[in-house]
Each structure stands twice: as C-alpha cells, then as structure tokens.
C-alpha cells in the first residue's frame, strides 16, 4: 500500500470513528456528513454501444470534519466515499478512467478498487489548513476556490468548473492550491490563489479583487489558465426586487492552434412571499471549438456547455412543508436545437431524510426529426447527519 492510500485510510478511520464521540467532548471540532442511495435507469445512445436501457446504481457516503484548535486556525478534510455497481460502470466506455481523473488534483488522495462487477472510489477532495487574523485569511491544501457568481454557469471558475448535469455533487470539485485573501473593507477584498501543478502548462493562478458600489458586488478577476491570460469582470445585485447577476471572461490563448475566446453569462431572479422562485438567464460562449455532446465535453471555465448559446429558465416551488419540486429547461438555439429537461421532487420522510425523483432528458434535432437521445431517471434518498 503506497503513502497516498496510507493517508486516506488513516483519515477515514478517525472520521468514523469520531461519530461515537460524546457531545461533550465536541469542544473544538465538527462532524457531519450524509450516507445517499441512488438508483437510476438510463435509456441512451453512447458512441460504440448504440441505443440501451441500462441502470445505474451506487452508494454515496460524505464524512465532513473540521477541527478548531484555536481562534485563528481551522483544519478541514472532507471525504467522499462511491460504491458503483450498477451496469453504468461496466458497460460505458471510459467510465473507470474518469474516476482516476475526476476530482483528484496533483496529490494523489484517492482509493480505487476496481472489480468485475463493483468499483469503489474514495477521495479526499477537501484537506487544508487555514489560518485567520484581523483582515488576512491564509488558506492551503485541497480546498474549492470559488470565483463565481452566477448559480449555473461561471466563466470566472478557472479553477474547478463544474456542470450543472452533475447534480449529486453539491459540495463541487476542489484543488491543492494556496489562497490569500486580504479585506480592504466590510464588502471589498483582494484575493490571490495559485494551483500546484507537475506540469508548467498547467498553471493556473490569479488575482481577484472585490468591491461594492451602488449597492452591487463588483468583482475584477486578472489571471492564467493553463494556457490562457484570462481577464473577467462580475457584479450582482438587484433591479428593484429583482436580483440580476453577470460574469464574464476573455481568454487570450498563448498556443497558436488555439483562438481566443470570450464567455458571458448574465441573469434574472425573484422570490416571492410564499416560496415561489423563479430564474433565467443567458449565456454565450465564443468558442469555435466546441463539442456538441450534452454529456461528455471537454469542461472548462471557457467552455462551461457544448453550445455557442444557451439560455436557462427554471421555477421552485413549494408544495407544502416536506415537499417541494423544481423545473429547469436549457435550450439552445444552435443546429439541432437541443433542449436539455430537469424535473425534480423532493419529498421529506423525516427531519433529517430526503427522498428525490430527478428526471434528465435531451431532446435534438439531426435535420430530419426531432428526437430523445437521452432520457434518465434517479430515485436517491439521502440520510444527513
């Protein structure tokens, strides 16, 4: 067993065995976490295996820690716990070779057991030390620096960008990074982070400074991603009672073969006295080089969905005080028109369990008709403690 899986075992006995700890005794330290059940069945077309109705079943175990040894330091590990064996992961290509790569970083903090018919994916994506005082926050280890402002798509997260059809990873990825963070007033900040990389074409680092004026948040973000300068401005507030947010980055390439491009994203919100939350919004990316599959493009924070436009619209509503549903659409109004579908109902069994029926549908065109590629289905209930 190598250093790496040494570690992860270690963290993962202490984080268990913390749970039969008195209450008492939890002078300085917190412990919570969630254990989910998710079903899924898929009916999909995927290059190679053609049209299929398969499942998708795993369990989902998250065991968060943080230790609070005085006023100025905190220590955080966060582990992730997937037991896979449904046919998803047997029978889509690549499907074990992205868990090597989703959600590790440089380090290498993950186990993976691999077997016939079952896999088991446990990773640290959270394990850093941060240290606080007077207006300086100094932050380093794997940790998610969150640059975004938007809820669905941030041009901003050069980071660790994430996709809105990833919906069971609320916590988002993290990096092994190092973050400084120095507050120039009571809503300002200025904020410099870098990512540890083996690799120089792999750097990503940036400034990001922070203000208020005329009651909006501004924030001005001067970096480089990888291979690109990157230059972004957000702001959010409201018109009225209307929340409006926008965020966007140019990237300039510095690789010949590669263009410049820009993304956009700007949108709407209103809340209503009785739950009621509607939302909207609209984004545009440049890229001439963009993969048309839903489902598996190249994520990046300049290219957060396959599509040159893109406009989302969603509703919230609550249908009575343990359950509540939402809606959103995703159409872009691009070749083949596709539209992305995502009902979902959540229903409360007790104070502190959930049950979710999540549907997630593509609906295309390939010039001669209109058609579902794609439609899924997910049953999860989750325990949270």
């Given at each position: 067993m190598n250093s790496q899986k040494i570690v992860i075992v270690i963290i993962s006995l202490l984080l268990s065995s913390s749970l039969f700890a008195q209450e008492e005794q939890q002078k300085n330290w917190v412990l919570t976490g969630y254990?989910?059940?998710?079903?899924?069945?898929?009916?999909?077309?995927?290059?190679?295996?053609?049209?299929?109705?398969?499942?998708?079943?795993?369990?989902?175990?998250?065991?968060?820690?943080?230790?609070?040894?005085?006023?100025?330091?905190?220590?955080?590990?966060?582990?992730?716990?997937?037991?896979?064996?449904?046919?998803?992961?047997?029978?889509?290509?690549?499907?074990?070779e992205s868990l090597k790569d989703g959600g590790n970083d440089v380090l290498n903090l993950q186990l993976l057991n691999i077997g016939d018919k079952v896999i088991l994916h446990s990773i640290l994506d959270r394990l850093y030390g941060e240290y606080s005082k007077d207006n300086w926050e100094v932050r380093l280890g794997r940790q998610r620096i969150n640059w975004g402002i938007n809820t669905v798509w941030n041009p901003h997260d050069i980071f660790n960008a994430f996709s809105f059809t990833d919906f069971d990873y609320e916590e988002r990825p993290g990096s092994d990074a190092i973050r400084v963070k120095y507050y120039?007033?009571?809503?300002?900040s200025v904020e410099f982070a870098a990512k540890a990389f083996d690799d120089p074409n792999k750097i990503v680092a940036g400034l990001l400074w922070k203000t208020n004026k005329w009651d909006y948040d501004f924030q001005i973000l001067a970096g480089w991603?990888?291979?690109?300068?990157?230059?972004?401005?957000?702001?959010?507030?409201?018109?009225?009672?209307?929340?409006?947010?926008?965020?966007?980055?140019?990237?300039?390439?510095?690789?010949?073969?590669?263009?410049?491009?820009?993304?956009?994203?700007?949108?709407?919100?209103?809340?209503?006295?009785?739950?009621l939350f509607l939302s909207g919004g609209l984004l545009y990316n440049a890229s001439k080089n963009v993969n048309a599959n839903l489902f598996a493009f190249e994520l990046s924070a300049r290219n957060l969905y396959p599509y040159q436009w893109s406009i989302i619209s969603s509703i919230s509503i609550p249908i009575n005080p343990i359950a509540s549903g939402s809606f959103a659409?995703?159409?872009?109004?691009?070749?083949?028109?596709?539209?992305?579908?995502?009902?979902?109902?959540?229903?409360?069994?007790?104070?502190?369990?959930?049950?979710?029926?999540?549907?997630?549908?593509?609906?295309?065109?390939?010039?001669?008709?209109?058609?579902?590629?794609?439609?899924?289905?997910?049953?999860r209930v989750k325990w949270s403690f």
């Open positions: 254990a989910k059940s998710m079903q899924g069945i898929f009916n999909t077309e995927f290059p190679g295996i053609g049209n299929a109705v398969f499942t998708d079943n795993f369990l989902h175990n998250r065991l968060n820690f943080k230790w609070y040894p005085n006023n100025n330091w905190t220590f955080k590990a966060e582990l992730r716990n997937r037991f896979f064996f449904g046919e998803l992961s047997r029978i889509v290509p690549n499907f074990k120039t007033g009571f809503a300002s991603a990888q291979r690109d300068a990157v230059l972004g401005l957000g702001w959010a507030g409201n018109i009225k009672q209307i929340g409006f947010k926008g965020e966007a980055s140019t990237f300039i390439s510095t690789v010949d073969s590669i263009d410049n491009t820009f993304t956009g994203t700007i949108s709407i919100d209103y809340s209503f006295k009785k739950g659409i995703i159409y872009s109004p691009v070749n083949g028109h596709p539209l992305f579908l995502n009902p979902n109902l959540t229903y409360s069994i007790a104070q502190n369990v959930d049950i979710n029926i999540i549907g997630q549908i593509l609906l295309q065109g390939d010039g001669n008709r209109y058609f579902s590629p794609t439609q899924v289905g997910y049953l």
